[in-house]
């Protein structure tokens, strides 16, 4: 996972791995100014790199933006972002130099972008991340979800996609379809193939197969609970038989 290289490399070493505003960010962590460059002398950091430092300083910038961070948000970011106890310190340390930098999010959330341009299942789980943060006290403030809306826009997610997403934490048990992006048009068959097929694609082990980081794969354990607990309502409501274990 990501937070393994805080300890092999040190604050320094990432930032010159990482590159770009988050190599940045993480040099200053370490006491040492980076130049804001494109890229990285080793070549592409590598992609768990990328996700759990960018899910940091984006989740840091989220806390900003409505000026409170709760503790069932502090409570969801220790639940997501996973690392050992030894390197919490250094990682909550980073949290809150990314929320006190006067450095935008947008530059953040932009080499995120570019770095998932061929994986955007990537950019779905920062989001659905940020997401899970947001939502821990109950609620998605207005400030926050204009933040995520912002987020989703660099990352290319539409608005279609992002309702979806959004349905996954809104708490809104009245709408299950719009949890699996699903149409109360579809029959039963075609619901039930297009269940099994979200499944498939969301399911942790596949994270785990893909060699991602121990965040996305938290991520997805949360996001797969949502989507069955969608698929138990709709069942109950067209009276289906249940989906075999």
């Not at 002398?41 to 806390?63: C, D, H, N, S, Y």
């Not at 000026?67 to 909550?92: D, N, W, Y």
């Not at 039963?188 to 991602?212: F, M, N, Q, S, W």
């Amino acid at each position: 996972m990501a937070s393994s290289f805080w300890g092999a490399l040190g604050g320094g070493g990432l930032g010159l791995m990482l590159g770009g505003p988050l190599g940045a960010l993480v040099g200053a962590l370490a006491g040492h100014v980076l130049v804001d460059r494109e890229g990285a002398p080793f070549g592409p950091a590598p992609r768990e790199l990328v996700f759990t430092t960018g899910l940091v300083a984006l989740a840091a910038k989220m806390a900003r933006s409505d000026g409170v961070v709760t503790s069932e948000e502090v409570a969801a970011f220790r639940r997501i972002v996973v690392v050992p106890p030894e390197e919490r310190e250094r990682i909550e340390r980073l949290f809150d130099l990314a929320r006190q930098t006067s450095a935008g999010f947008e530059a953040y959330a932009a080499q995120i972008a570019a770095a998932f341009k061929d994986e955007p299942a990537l950019l779905e789980d920062v989001l659905d991340g940020l997401f899970l943060i947001a939502a821990a006290d109950g609620a998605i403030h207005e400030a926050e979800h204009a933040y995520l809306m912002a987020v989703a826009g660099i990352f290319g997610i539409g608005a279609k996609d992002f309702a979806r997403i959004e349905a996954r934490h809104a708490r809104r048990p009245e709408d299950p379809y719009l949890v699996l992006g699903l149409s109360r048009d579809m029959d039963d068959a075609v619901l039930k193939r297009a269940y099994r097929r979200l499944v498939a694609e969301t399911h942790p082990d596949r994270e785990i197969a893909r060699g991602l980081p121990e965040e996305a794969v938290a991520i997805a354990t949360r996001r797969l609970a949502a989507i069955n607990a969608a698929w138990d309502a709709i069942e109950r409501e067209r009276g289906l038989a249940p989906e075999p274990a």
